[in-house]
């Protein structure tokens, strides 16, 4: 069965440092997300890709959030100068096909651990 | 901004008995609605999901219940099962988009 996978599963990093999160949707999805879930917090919305551009933003996804869809298979998310609030575990979600159905597919998740 | 609202944190249920987890949205422009089951450390699982131009969608023994006026809807998994313990988030779309979730139910199935 078709997965969306994540790497790593987990980073710890230092406040400051640049991070990148890679993910692989699962390759006939046409839309791309991320969404991130603080410890003991709900799982909240980040971005959407589509086209080859963001098509939504949550207020979350400042300036130091990118996107990049670099190769037709990878979604990475960079946050370019991690914040000790940027610790959570963050989803890679797609969806569509070739009919959007609202179903997204999430990936295992990598954590993020900002010290 | 709490568009989408689960007010139960926690639920314990017998097993082979019925599960009931509720859930309620603000918005209503909302027209999808998803149920997502949760593992620790591992990503949200679609479940079961529904319309808003329906009121009723079961898949074996998950059935998912609309009420619009309400603003509600609601899972039913019966018989519950051990390994129907997870995480329960809802979820709601709006024309497809992104996909806004509630603060999740823990179910735990007591054998």
């Known amino acids: 069965e078709p997965e969306v996978t994540q790497t790593p599963s987990h980073q710890v990093t230092q406040m400051g440092q640049e991070v990148i999160l890679r993910c692989v949707p699962i390759?006939?999805?046409?839309?791309f997300y991320w969404y991130r879930q603080i410890l003991g917090q709900k799982v909240e919305f980040l971005v959407s890709?589509?086209?080859?551009?963001?098509?939504?933003k949550s207020e979350i996804f400042d300036d130091q959030f990118s996107v990049e869809r670099p190769d037709g298979s990878n979604f990475t998310l960079k946050i370019r100068s991690t914040k000790l609030e940027d610790s959570a575990m963050y989803f890679c979600?797609?969806?569509?096909?070739?009919?959007?159905?609202?179903?997204?597919?999430f990936g295992e998740g990598s954590r993020l651990t900002v010290l | 901004d709490q568009q989408v609202k689960q007010n139960s944190p926690s639920l314990s249920v017998q097993e082979g008995r019925i599960s009931i987890l509720n859930c309620d949205y603000t918005?209503?422009?909302?027209?999808?609605f998803l149920w997502y089951k949760k593992y620790p450390a591992e990503g949200p699982t679609f479940l079961i999901s529904?319309?808003?131009?329906?009121d009723k969608n079961e898949d074996g023994r998950f059935t998912v219940f609309l009420n619009k006026s309400a603003k509600h809807l609601s899972l039913h998994i019966v018989p519950s099962q051990p390994g129907d313990s997870a995480v329960y988030f809802c979820a709601a779309s709006e024309a497809g988009e992104k996909l806004t979730f509630g603060t999740g139910t823990r179910l735990t199935i007591i054998p």
């Open positions: 979600a797609s969806s569509g096909g070739t009919t959007y159905t609202g179903e997204l597919f």
């Open positions: 918005n209503s422009m909302f027209d999808y």
């Open positions: 890709f589509y086209n080859n551009e963001i098509s939504e």
């Open positions: 390759s006939n999805h046409l839309y």
């Open positions: 529904i319309s808003s131009i329906k």
